[in-house]
């Protein structure tokens, strides 16, 4: 008699896991843009790679247990981690592609189909080293897939990277990149010793181009106080903070002491019983010698001052110390001081609406003549055309500092196109991408300052000008939600279309919008000059704008990948492709 052999328990797969979460993920994914939860968008898609990757992590290891336990097919079986990273890769571009033809107000991402991969590359990964430590041998080829798809990703952008740059540029080390502290020049060494690592070629001794400016700073004490007095005995004081509650303007003198301020009120352009006792008040502060005297008005109400009777519009004229109130904060640099003393506050009603106001102010103002600071320029020479070029730009300097405690980081304007330039210049420094026409990659300083860097080089060219063949200029690159605008697009119109049917052709960025000629960053001396040039920003995302909140951490760089492959493609067409 044969004795019974002993029957091996079934093992269930449990397929229905990996399939239940894919069906999680195509209803999230799928969901229209408007049904989805009011999540602030930078807050969302700053881990929006790592949201990818781990999703199909999950989706990957589930698939891979289910695989490797059934023993319906074998070979399957024993292929798993390889049917795995196959199957996770159509997933995810199956999902890609609904999303860009399903009318769901979502845009399919190459850039989310590289982190799907990673995150099943991983998974399958830690799931042969368990496997192998259980005695299963895992096929060489699935580990070579999934290094592949790493390595492509990583050599596709580098946004940990980017990111770092971003970081390092708008840290308080760096004081805001401007002229209080050094700040533009410490940046200026870390941006020099970026570009040796990258091992390019100077355009200039040590990649440096110097030149001067005259600008207004403010590096001291900056302190702003209101006391409110209603004629009894009871009285406040409002201590407000610079740059959240206040800033100089950036023509600014110097004050220190104490003063009243009168507020002119929207009342006073209709009623001329107001518009009298806004004179009386006016002419008392002019002739008493209690300190400073202020008008305090809206930007909008300084603006109608013409519009006012002549008498009462040259006693306010004689008020040359201005407290204006804004909807928002947005500093900017000057390159003299004005008459007076003009500080831009926000227009809180519970601090400027009552009357009598006293104020104390310390504000250090200093104009600084014949400052010295740099453009950075480097290249990397073309094996076809070496004296043809291609030119990538950005500027590095941003406001500085407002007092000796504030600063302002400037990580969308402008580390972010600093950051681009580098990957850019990281991208074109390898052997195999070497361009065929020179490619060069041009650091502007003063650009805060009335594009003073980029000016200077359009007269001091540090290559012919008539010899570059279209200048990109990047400028705010740190969201991109909504797209991208090219100004000079209606200028250079067939550049332009070939750049909208790149876009079009691989999806780069959700949309391009053109504008025309407008003198708003470093590209502007180039294209006056006769040099095509576009300056290309993105949209969407993070609101900050010269003002103390402009932080890495508020940009979702949701368009970063997309714009690198964007103007790396175009100027590939243009003469950079590889010969």
């Given at each position: 008699?044969?004795?019974?052999?002993?029957?091996?328990?079934?093992?269930?797969?449990?397929?229905?896991?990996?399939?239940?979460?894919?069906?999680?993920?195509?209803?999230?994914?799928?969901?229209?843009?408007?049904?989805?939860?009011?999540?602030?968008?930078?807050?969302?898609?700053?881990?929006?790679?790592?949201?990818?990757?781990?999703?199909?992590?999950?989706?990957?290891?589930?698939?891979?247990?289910?695989?490797?336990?059934?023993?319906?097919?074998?070979?399957?079986?024993?292929?798993?981690?390889?049917?795995?990273?196959?199957?996770?890769?159509?997933?995810?571009?199956?999902?890609?592609?609904?999303?860009?033809?399903?009318?769901?107000?979502?845009?399919?991402?190459w850039s989310d189909l590289i982190s799907d991969s990673i995150g099943a590359a991983l998974a399958v990964g830690?799931?042969?080293?368990?496997?192998?430590?259980?005695?299963y041998k895992p096929q060489p080829l699935v580990i070579a897939v999934g290094l592949l798809l790493v390595s492509?990703?990583?050599?596709?952008?580098?946004?940990?990277?980017?990111?770092?740059?971003?970081?390092?540029?708008?840290?308080?080390?760096?004081?805001?990149?401007?002229?209080?502290?050094?700040?533009?020049?410490?940046?200026?060494?870390?941006?020099?010793?970026?570009?040796?690592?990258?091992?390019?070629?100077?355009?200039?001794?040590?990649?440096?181009?110097?030149?001067t400016l005259d600008v207004n700073t403010f590096p001291g004490q900056m302190r702003l106080s209101f006391t409110?007095?209603?004629?009894?005995?009871?009285?406040?004081?409002?201590?407000?903070?610079?740059?959240?509650?206040?800033?100089?303007?950036?023509?600014?003198?110097?004050?220190?002491?104490?003063?009243?301020?009168?507020?002119?009120?929207?009342?006073?352009?209709?009623?001329?019983?107001?518009?009298?006792?806004?004179?009386?008040?006016?002419?008392?502060?002019?002739?008493?010698?209690?300190?400073?005297?202020?008008?305090?008005?809206?930007?909008?109400?300084?603006?109608?001052?013409?519009?006012?009777?002549?008498?009462?519009?040259?006693?306010?004229?004689?008020?040359?110390?201005?407290?204006?109130?804004?909807?928002?904060?947005?500093?900017?640099?000057?390159?003299?001081?004005?008459?007076?003393?003009?500080?831009?506050?926000?227009?809180?009603?519970?601090?400027?609406?009552?009357?009598?106001?006293?104020?104390?102010?310390?504000?250090?103002?200093?104009?600084?003549?014949?400052?010295?600071?740099?453009?950075?320029?480097?290249?990397?020479?073309?094996?076809?055309?070496?004296?043809?070029?291609?030119?990538?730009?950005?500027?590095?300097?941003?406001?500085?500092?407002?007092?000796?405690?504030?600063?302002?980081?400037?990580?969308?304007?402008?580390?972010?196109?600093?950051?681009?330039?580098?990957?850019?210049?990281?991208?074109?420094?390898?052997?195999?991408?070497?361009?065929?026409?020179?490619?060069?990659?041009?650091?502007?300083?003063?650009?805060?300052?009335?594009?003073?860097?980029?000016?200077?080089?359009?007269?001091?060219?540090?290559?012919?000008?008539?010899?570059?063949?279209?200048?990109?200029?990047?400028?705010?690159?740190?969201?991109?939600?909504?797209?991208?605008?090219?100004?000079?697009?209606?200028?250079?119109?067939?550049?332009?279309?070939?750049?909208?049917?790149?876009?079009?052709?691989?999806?780069?960025?959700?949309?391009?919008?053109?504008?025309?000629?407008?003198?708003?960053?470093?590209?502007?001396?180039?294209?006056?000059?006769?040099?095509?040039?576009?300056?290309?920003?993105?949209?969407?995302?993070?609101?900050?704008?010269?003002?103390?909140?402009?932080?890495?951490?508020?940009?979702?760089?949701?368009?970063?990948?997309?714009?690198?492959?964007?103007?790396?493609?175009?100027?590939?067409?243009?003469?950079?492709?590889?010969?």
């Amino acid at each position: 008699m044969t004795t019974p052999q002993p029957t091996q328990p079934i093992r269930r797969p449990y397929a229905a896991l990996p399939l239940l979460w894919a069906t999680v993920v195509l209803v999230l994914t799928l969901t229209p843009s408007d049904e989805m939860p009011r999540t602030p968008e930078w807050e969302l898609l700053s881990f929006d790679t790592a949201a990818h990757a781990g999703v199909f992590f999950v989706f990957a290891a589930l698939s891979w247990f289910s695989l490797h336990r059934q023993r319906r097919w074998p070979r399957l079986a024993r292929h798993a981690g390889l049917a795995v990273l196959v199957g996770s890769f159509l997933f995810g571009a199956l999902i890609e592609v609904l999303q860009m033809t399903m009318k769901l107000g979502r845009h399919g991402e190459w850039s989310d189909l590289i982190s799907d991969s990673i995150g099943a590359a991983l998974a399958v990964g830690l799931a042969a080293v368990w496997a192998k430590r259980l005695g299963y041998k895992p096929q060489p080829l699935v580990i070579a897939v999934g290094l592949l798809l790493v390595s492509s990703a990583i050599q596709a952008q580098d946004i940990p990277r980017a990111r770092h740059t971003i970081e390092a540029l708008a840290s308080d080390k760096m004081h805001g990149r401007g002229y209080v502290q050094q700040g533009e020049h410490i940046a200026a060494g870390y941006l020099r010793k970026r570009l040796k690592e990258l091992k390019l070629e100077p355009l200039a001794t040590n990649y440096t181009q110097p030149f001067t400016l005259d600008v207004n700073t403010f590096p001291g004490q900056m302190r702003l106080s209101f006391t409110h007095s209603s004629g009894s005995w009871k009285s406040y004081t409002n201590e407000l903070r610079p740059g959240r509650d206040f800033i100089a303007a950036p023509e600014s003198r110097a004050a220190s002491g104490v003063g009243t301020a009168i507020l002119l009120d929207t009342l006073c352009f209709t009623s001329p019983n107001a518009q009298r006792a806004v004179q009386q008040q006016a002419r008392q502060l002019l002739t008493s010698r209690a300190g400073y005297a202020f008008l305090v008005l809206t930007a909008h109400n300084e603006q109608r001052l013409t519009s006012l009777p002549v008498s009462l519009r040259q006693t306010l004229d004689s008020l040359s110390n201005r407290i204006l109130l804004q909807p928002k904060l947005t500093a900017s640099l000057a390159a003299s001081q004005g008459p007076g003393i003009r500080i831009e506050a926000l227009n809180k009603p519970a601090i400027w609406y009552p009357q009598n106001e006293i104020l104390a102010l310390q504000l250090d103002a200093q104009l600084l003549h014949n400052y010295q600071t740099q453009n950075l320029a480097a290249v990397v020479r073309g094996s076809v055309q070496p004296d043809s070029f291609l030119v990538v730009s950005a500027h590095y300097d941003h406001l500085g500092m407002m007092g000796k405690d504030v600063y302002f980081p400037g990580a969308n304007d402008n580390a972010s196109g600093v950051a681009m330039v580098l990957e850019l210049a990281a991208h074109y420094a390898k052997p195999e991408n070497r361009p065929a026409c020179s490619v060069v990659f041009l650091l502007f300083g003063a650009e805060e300052a009335g594009l003073v860097g980029s000016q200077y080089f359009v007269a001091h060219p540090l290559v012919p000008l008539k010899s570059i063949k279209f200048l990109i200029n990047l400028d705010l690159l740190g969201t991109g939600e909504q797209g991208a605008t090219i100004v000079n697009g209606r200028v250079f119109e067939a550049p332009y279309r070939r750049l909208v049917a790149l876009n079009d052709a691989r999806h780069y960025l959700p949309v391009l919008g053109a504008r025309g000629r407008a003198a708003n960053s470093d590209h502007f001396p180039f294209s006056e000059a006769g040099v095509p040039a576009f300056f290309l920003y993105t949209r969407g995302g993070s609101a900050a704008y010269h003002d103390v909140n402009d932080k890495p951490l508020a940009l979702s760089l949701a368009g970063f990948a997309g714009a690198f492959g964007l103007v790396r493609d175009f100027l590939n067409e243009e003469g950079a492709g590889p010969k």
